[in-house]
């Protein structure tokens, strides 16, 4: 079971970045999906998390310019991010609780990330 993500780029301020994560592997369902970043000198933190059923939250930080979403039949997750500022620039990290079909919980699994810079 491996999370995979892409979109990554360097934009200016106000423009817009789309990342995406694709769950792969024996994959028998996704609870919680997540994305989070990283500054440099920072913490990871929670950017956003959507539940299996479509609920989103979001940190206040992003509220209402970057929106959270899912297709659970495809097993992946994307960031809509708009209106970008400097301050958004991290290493993005897709995350997920995956259950294999053996059974198995990958709980807390994370993909490899992708850079977001934002030049102002």
């Known amino acids: 079971v491996q999370l995979q993500a892409s979109g990554g780029g360097s934009v200016r301020a106000g423009e817009t970045l789309s990342l995406s994560c694709a769950a792969s592997?024996?994959?028998?369902?996704?609870?919680?999906m997540a994305w989070y970043r990283q500054a440099p000198g920072n913490e990871r933190e929670l950017v956003a998390k959507?539940?299996?059923?479509?609920?989103?939250t979001y940190a206040d930080a992003v509220q209402g310019r970057f929106t959270i979403s899912r297709d659970n039949a495809k097993n992946t997750v994307s960031l809509q991010m708009n209106s970008l500022k400097p301050e958004d620039t991290a290493i993005y990290y897709c995350?997920?609780?995956?259950?294999?079909?053996?059974?198995?919980?990958?709980?807390?699994?994370w993909g490899q990330g992708t850079q977001v810079t934002v030049s102002s």
């Open positions: 995350n997920a609780d995956i259950r294999s079909y053996s059974g198995a919980w990958y709980l807390n699994q």
């Open positions: 592997g024996s994959i028998n369902r996704i609870d919680d």
């Open positions: 959507i539940t299996r059923g479509g609920t989103a």
